[in-house]
């Protein structure tokens, strides 16, 4: 299989500590965990918060708790809503706002950036409430931005863990989505061509072309939106370099999918879930920081998890 570089990215699907931008010695990471670890215990005695210290390294504060609640296990999908601070005070984001709905990740390894928000998930229960005392190795590490996020900035995290939610759940919210934008755009002519993954011809191919099938090599240009979003994410034409694919090996089953029976010269549109695409993209807080990431190389989804994507392609060869 080729793919264009932009295009490739959406199968990098899995980083934990964006080595690249927190990497250090292992002497200069000895010293950082000193050297926070110290400022973390200063901080908790001289403001007498009652904390308890995790065997990671955070300190946690439950303000709501749920005894009754299940508890998160691994692979659990969990909504949460949150605010973090430095521990200077200086607000880095927040969104905690419950008229929305809330920000969903999977309770694994490479599920959510920073990491210490993953690990606190094993200590909570549906419905609880939590304070986090994080030092800079369990947050962004050296990672700095703009004026937002300063390299070595120690944080605290206010967290409520809304529940779980099935996987099942998850997607029919997404197909809901792409319905509701479908409607609301008057999209004409797509079908559901396999679970998650909408088709539509926009304009006819070649007739007198053999079509693709399982196995065929497909090149085509491309742009592929996050929903509703008014720019795409990924342009294969910026680099006047088409993509191609194996039909039945690129690893995302909206291409699989979408790009079965389809033409030389040939223009189609696909929407598909999450699920069909980047179902293991991994959730990064702030979300703004996420383009960035990218453009310093860390090996992450450019598209946001649990956000349908909205894919037109130009057919120019199927072998």
Do not use: H
Not at 3 to 20: A, E, Q
Not at 167 to 194: P, S, T, Y
Not at 272 to 280: C, E, G, P, Q
């Amino acid at each position: 299989m080729i793919l264009s570089n932009r295009f490739g990215w959406l199968l990098g699907l899995s980083t934990m500590l964006f080595t690249s931008c927190i990497e250090e010695t292992e002497t200069d990471l000895d010293q950082s965990i000193t050297r926070d670890n110290l400022i973390m215990e200063e901080y908790i005695s001289s403001n007498n918060i009652n904390a308890t210290k995790a065997q990671a390294g955070f300190y946690y504060e439950k303000t709501e708790e749920k005894p009754d609640a299940a508890q998160f296990v691994n692979a659990d999908y969990i909504g949460i809503y949150y605010e973090i601070k430095t521990i200077d005070g200086q607000l880095i984001d927040s969104y905690l706002d419950e008229s929305k709905e809330p920000k969903y990740f999977n309770y694994s390894q490479d599920g959510l950036w920073p990491i210490a928000i993953t690990y606190a998930a094993g200590l909570a229960r549906e419905g609880e409430e939590m304070m986090l005392y994080t030092p800079s190795y369990l947050a962004f590490g050296n990672y700095g931005y703009e004026q937002l996020i300063l390299p070595a900035s120690n944080l605290v995290i206010q967290l409520k863990f809304v529940k779980k939610y099935t996987e099942e759940e998850l997607q029919q919210r997404e197909e809901q989505l792409i319905q509701d934008f479908i409607e609301e755009n008057e999209l004409e002519g797509f079908e559901e061509v396999a679970d998650g993954v909408y088709f539509r011809s926009v304009e006819v191919g070649d007739e007198t072309k053999t079509e693709s099938k399982l196995g065929s090599n497909v090149s085509f240009d491309f742009e592929l939106f996050e929903l509703g979003a008014a720019a795409p994410a990924f342009e294969s034409y910026t680099s006047n370099q088409p993509t191609t694919i194996s039909i039945g090996s690129s690893g995302l089953t909206f291409l699989n999918e979408g790009l079965k029976g389809v033409l030389p010269d040939e223009k189609i549109e696909v929407l598909a879930t999450s699920f069909a695409s980047y179902v293991n993209s991994i959730q990064i807080l702030p979300e703004a920081i996420r383009a960035d990431l990218v453009e310093r190389g860390e090996q992450i989804d450019l598209v946001r998890p649990f956000t349908p994507v909205w894919f037109k392609a130009e057919i120019l060869a199927v072998q």
